[in-house]
């Protein structure tokens, strides 16, 4: 009897597969969440609150040392003279004249009228509004877009660069000192789509100076992307519009207000020579261009650092929301360039974008480090203040030792002809000019800081020596100071000038370090 083999078992079969035991599940990789949270934000009336009183103490504390002096540069002084014409019914572009558009000097006009023109007191703290303006818009960009902590950081480093440069360009109320706070207004509009206002704001710069017009490169920047990331609601029909009347109606309304031909000549087509020529003077223009650059460096010292790391986030998801920025800070650095003058208030402009640059990298460090990161532009900060506070003010001595023999020399109800680049003699010493050309900058074209030979009257403003010779046998001044001291536009240089104090005038025995003085003859 045969025995069959058993059949093999069924999980034995090499025709089947093994049953599989089930162990523990494995864990599955999950990709990290590339949205970034929410940035965090206490409500604005608590944020702001907060905020305000510290951004005003430093903005006060920066500028304390503009309250030493009556005037801390030519600007100034400029500005001033202008406004006490102004005040006592002159006309702008006609009475007295200048390259810049009126706003500042309707702002200085305003101040004088209301407290008087012995004291400069009121515009010194306009300069401080205007830096604890731009401070607290630079806040509220920076609180916008990455929170609370970022808003701070963003107000106060601006604040703490933008005393980085010689105190002459850094505590004067000039021109920058107002631009900035228009500019950073423009662009806070335009990041909130108040198209209009971002118009009205960059209409602001520009009346303020020339220059301040280039925020309207990232204000069209900011509407051109919302345009794209949003084409069916077209942004551009209904926003180009807003920003173009915005931008129109102040800046016609100031034409009208002066004379519309004077208006245009003086800020747009007469400045030729002064804002393009280079001939002759390339080497002096190059030293002060790297000079000042690297003083905006020394000031940058603790968040050049994280700006350069700022490059390396434009690679990364979130690295697009600061294009607008760098397009801002390029066309700042274009306005800066422009002209080839390179002056350290020209680099004001540039400190707002670098601010809100620094704040989007510093955004990722922990408080600890953010604090220890600060403390280095706070201590360059406060060296600044220190050397403006104790800086030497040699030009402004010389100026004031002048005007003493000014008054010496003439009577109050004279009119003198300052021959120089220092307007503020005028206002030291009390008495009228002789012309509307308020320095020789405007008739030799020397006001650009050229040294080389594109100075002289063939360089002067087109058909400026025509009125200042009207001028000079209309009303002929009583005493003309020669305070070029050896400049390119000295008299001797010029042969209008020369010819005049030739025919009609004698000079005083003595001189003040150098500044001759001249009365007229008895057979004049």
Same mark, same amino acid.
């Given at each position: 009897?045969?025995?069959?083999p ?13 049953p599989?035991?089930?162990?523990p599940?494995?864990?599955?990789r ?30 006060l ?16 002084g ?6 006490r ?10 009475t ?17 009228v ?5 004291s400069?007191?009121a515009?010194?703290?306009? *300069? +401080?509004?205007?830096? #604890? %303006?731009? /401070? !607290?818009? $630079?806040? @509220?960009?920076a609180? =916008? ?8 950081t ?17 505590q004067?109320?000039?021109?920058? *000192? +107002?631009?900035?706070? #228009? %500019?950073? /207004? !423009?662009? $806070?509009? @335009?990041?909130?789509? =108040? ?19 280039v ?6 920047w ?31 309304a100031?034409a ?7 208006f ?24 002060r ?12 010292l603790g968040?050049?650092?994280?700006v ?15 294009v607008d920025?760098?397009v ?22 540039l ?16 408080h ?6 600060l ?24 100026a ?13 109800t004279?009119?003198?002809l300052v ?12 008495r ?28 002067g ?5 025509r009125v ?17 001291r ?39």
């Amino acid at each position: 009897m045969s025995v069959e083999p058993p059949s093999a078992a069924p999980h034995l079969s090499p025709t089947r597969p093994r049953p599989t035991v089930p162990g523990p599940a494995r864990p599955q990789r999950t990709r990290p969440n590339p949205v970034r949270p929410e940035p965090a934000r206490t409500p604005p009336y608590g944020f702001w609150r907060r905020l305000l009183p510290v951004l005003a103490a430093v903005a006060l504390a920066i500028r304390l040392p503009s309250f030493l002096h009556s005037f801390w540069s030519p600007d100034e002084g400029y500005l001033a003279v202008q406004a006490r014409i102004l005040a006592e019914g002159g006309e702008l572009y006609e009475t007295v004249v200048d390259r810049k558009p009126p706003l500042l000097p309707w702002l200085y006009e305003a101040a004088f009228v209301l407290f008087g023109d012995g004291s400069a007191q009121a515009m010194k703290l306009l *300069a +401080v509004a205007a830096q #604890f %303006t731009t /401070a !607290a818009l $630079l806040a @509220a960009f920076a609180r =916008r877009r990455w929170g609370d902590r970022s808003g701070v950081t963003a107000g106060v480093v601006f604040l703490l660069i933008s005393v980085g440069f010689i105190p002459q360009d850094t505590q004067a109320v000039t021109f920058e *000192a +107002v631009i900035l706070p #228009f %500019t950073a /207004a !423009a662009v $806070l509009c @335009a990041d909130r789509g =108040r198209w209009g206002a971002a118009g009205v704001a960059v209409a602001g710069a520009f009346l303020t100076k020339q220059t301040g017009g280039v925020v309207l490169v990232p204000v069209l920047w900011l509407l051109w992307r919302t345009h794209g990331a949003a084409p069916s609601r077209s942004p551009l029909r209904t926003g180009l519009p807003r920003t173009a009347a915005g931008f129109a109606a102040p800046v016609v309304a100031a034409a009208l207000l002066t004379d519309p031909a004077g208006f245009l000549f003086w800020t747009v087509t007469g400045s030729g020579a002064y804002a393009f020529s280079l001939d002759g003077s390339e080497l002096h223009v190059l030293v002060r261009a790297v000079v000042n650059s690297s003083i905006l460096g020394l000031c940058c010292l603790g968040i050049l650092p994280p700006v350069r790391r700022a490059l390396r986030i434009g690679r990364r998801p979130d690295g697009a929301a600061l294009v607008d920025l760098w397009v801002w800070f390029g066309a700042s650095a274009g306005a800066v360039a422009v002209g080839f003058h390179f002056f350290g208030h020209y680099f004001l402009q540039l400190l707002p974008p670098i601010a809100l640059l620094a704040t989007a990298a510093l955004r990722s460090l922990r408080h600890e480090r953010l604090r220890t990161v600060l403390r280095v532009p706070a201590w360059v900060c406060a060296c600044f203040v220190v050397w403006a506070v104790f800086a030497p003010r040699s030009e402004l001595t010389h100026a004031e030792r002048v005007a003493t023999a000014v008054r010496e020399h003439s009577d109050p109800t004279d009119r003198v002809l300052v021959w120089g680049m220092h307007p503020q003699t005028y206002h030291l010493a009390d008495r009228a000019p002789a012309s509307r050309y308020l320095t020789a900058g405007l008739l030799t074209n020397f006001s650009g800081g050229r040294d080389g030979p594109q100075v002289g009257e063939e360089y002067g403003v087109r058909g400026a020596w025509r009125v200042f010779a009207a001028e000079m046998r209309a009303r002929p001044p009583a005493l003309i100071v020669d305070d070029s001291r050896g400049k390119p536009y000295a008299p001797e240089r010029l042969p209008t000038l020369r010819r005049l104090l030739a025919g009609q005038y004698e000079p005083l025995p003595g001189t003040v370090e150098g500044t001759v003085f001249y009365v007229r003859s008895s057979g004049s």
